[in-house]
């Protein structure tokens, strides 16, 4: 995101909410009282402070835009969709949960069947709530699809440890599982924990977040698959600022930007390497996915073009 504002003239300032919408709020408070009044806005609504924080931007005409969709049930209701009740919130940028979870189901049963097994699937989910529900609803549908059964999900808060203890168990209870879905890439390490010395199967296992760690274990052939690329959302989020500071008329016409994540298993993972080997970021021309500069309506953005942009030079004019 840094990269992003620098190759396009805007005066990037980040403050630091601690994960804590109270701290959030009195950290943009006291930004909003000692500087000039910012241009744009982007943040993450924490639950229980989205209504305070949005109301506080609108109150000093900041144009804003959230990142993710953290806001759900009673809250979400409250805040309503952009341009509703608050006129100065421009949209959501998000990945695609749902789509994200279809991915990882995807890959992993590829894998099986390309290794000739029969697919026992369970799922380790993160907590209770929307984003890691959205994911296993993916990979439910998906298996629906493929008329293949998911024996339990189960949630483990996250967490490698808990999530090594939950498959473990799972294990026990569904001896012929084979295939373990996890909802993020550090509880994938803890299912691999889980099945560490088992030389009775292969196990197919996969997570999601593109965690270093876990691109080293696809590498040596130890986890299946991982799903990632959410790290790019506050740059996707400044370079639409930027087309709307410039008149495109994006925001006018659209309340949020769905972006896909990207899939990394063995057949690929050498593909990725430019990605992982980047030091610095301003390699990428991150202009060249401005709608100004190209003909189409919708923001292509993915890392398929990124990889194909790499070589090209940035221009731009001034915001804060």
């Known amino acids: 995101m840094q990269v992003a504002a620098k190759q396009n003239n805007v ?90 979870g279809e991915q990882l189901g995807k890959a992993l049963l590829n894998e099986a069947i390309n290794a000739k097994q029969t697919p026992h699937f369970v799922a380790i989910n993160g907590h209770y709530g929307t984003e890691s529900d959205t994911r296993s609803d993916g990979l439910v549908h998906y298996l ?17 440890q808990e999530a090594e203890n939950k498959v473990s168990r799972l294990l026990q209870r569904y001896p012929d599982t084979n295939v373990i879905w996890c909802a993020s890439d550090l509880m994938a390490q803890g299912a691999l924990e889980a099945v560490k010395g088992k030389k009775d199967k292969a196990y197919f296992i996969g997570g999601i977040d593109w965690l270093d760690d876990n691109l080293d274990l696809i590498e040596q052939q130890k986890l299946t698959a991982s799903v990632g690329g959410h790290f790019m959302m506050g740059a996707w989020a400044l370079i639409s600022v930027v087309d709307h500071h410039n008149g495109n ?51 292509a953005f993915d890392f398929d073009t990124l990889h194909s942009l790499l070589s090209e030079k940035p221009k731009n004019t001034a915001l804060h």
């Open 249 to 299: 008329p994006y925001w006018q016409n659209h309340d949020a930007i769905k972006f896909q994540l990207g899939v990394i298993t063995k057949h690929n993972i050498q593909s990725y390497s430019w990605l992982r080997n980047i030091q610095d970021w301003s390699v990428i021309p991150f202009e060249t996915f401005l709608l100004q500069n190209s003909k189409s309506t919708e923001y």
């Open 144 to 160: 629906r699809k493929q008329d293949v059964e998911l024996e339990q999900v189960v949630y483990a808060s996250w967490n490698k």
């Open 11 to 100: 005066s990037l300032t980040t403050i630091y909410g601690g994960g804590n919408r109270h701290i959030q709020l009195a950290e943009l408070k006291q930004y909003l009282q000692y500087n000039p009044k910012p241009d744009y806005a982007i943040l993450i609504n924490y639950p229980g402070g989205a209504e305070q924080s949005m109301s506080l931007l609108e109150q000093h005409k900041v144009n804003f835009i959230t990142l993710e969709e953290t806001i759900v049930g009673v809250e979400r209701d409250e805040v309503g969709k952009p341009r509703q009740r608050f006129k100065y919130w421009l949209g959501e940028v998000f990945h695609d949960n749902f789509k994200a």
